[in-house]
């Protein structure tokens, strides 16, 4: 059970590159989130997906694009990468909204 | 506007010694409580939890209290040890309409426990 995986662990972009960051988990979870945090900031929320099928804007969703692929794939894309947006990312999941959230390792992201 | 807030960025303790990390919020709306344990370069990990009916939950050395009425949540480790050190966010599920429900996460606190 390797829970909540994340690709890359390591990106760096320069700014203006599209990337997309990849999620999967196997713990049949319906709910599935994309967080990032920068230093001394707790977790910020961008994008979340309740259930398959379903996806809706969290605290901090400009220029960020989610696809939830299926029950096990969640992924975020940013289409013009900006300095802004260096970070590192976090997936979670949930068996449903408002459960226990699980994240995985994270994606350090650096745009140049 | 900070619903969720950890005011001590860090903390010391004595390794055997009880540690103690305090959240305060602001949104009554909130009805669920955790804290989450986060080493460097690893991603955050379930600690414990409270619904806001209760006012305790217990976990081995780990405890969290909550008090409704200031809006005042803490988690007490006793006792602590030095695997304990790492960085500790507090965070509060409220319903955000259509089925779906969102955590907001205070700052953290990096507790280091000294040998």
């Known amino acids: 059970n390797a829970g909540v995986t994340q690709t890359p662990k390591f990106q760096v972009l320069k700014t203006g590159q599209s990337m997309t960051l990849q999620c999967a988990q196997d713990?049949?979870?319906?709910?599935m989130y994309w967080y990032r945090q920068d230093p001394g900031m707790g977790l910020r929320l961008i994008y979340y997906?309740?259930?398959?099928?379903?996806?809706d804007k969290g605290e901090v969703p400009n220029g960020y694009n989610v696809s939830r692929l299926n029950k096990r794939e969640f992924s975020l894309r940013l289409e013009s990468a900006a300095p802004s947006q260096t970070s590192v990312y976090f997936c979670?999941?949930?068996?449903?909204?408002?459960?226990?959230?699980?994240f995985g390792p994270g994606t350090r992201l650096t745009v140049l | 506007d900070q619903q969720v807030k950890q005011n001590s960025p860090s903390l010391s303790v004595q390794e055997g010694r009880i540690s103690i990390l305090n959240c305060d919020y602001t949104?009554?709306?909130?009805?669920?409580f955790l804290w989450y344990k986060k080493y460097p370069a690893e991603g955050p990990t379930f600690l414990i939890s409270?619904?806001?009916?209760?006012d305790k939950n217990e976990d081995g050395r780990f405890t969290v209290f909550l008090n409704k009425s200031a809006k005042h949540l803490s988690l007490h480790i006793v006792p602590s040890q030095p695997g304990d050190s790492a960085v500790y966010f507090c965070?509060?599920?409220?319903?955000?309409?259509?089925?779906?429900?969102?955590?907001?996460f205070g700052k953290g606190t990096k507790l280091s426990v000294i040998p």
């Open positions: 979670a999941s949930s068996e449903a909204p408002g459960g226990t959230q699980y």
């Open positions: 713990m049949n979870h319906n709910s």
């Open positions: 997906s309740a259930s398959e099928g379903t996806t």
């Open positions: 949104n009554s709306m909130f009805d669920y």
């Open positions: 409270i619904s806001s009916i209760k």
């Open positions: 965070a509060a599920d409220a319903y955000s309409g259509a089925g779906s429900y969102q955590l907001t």
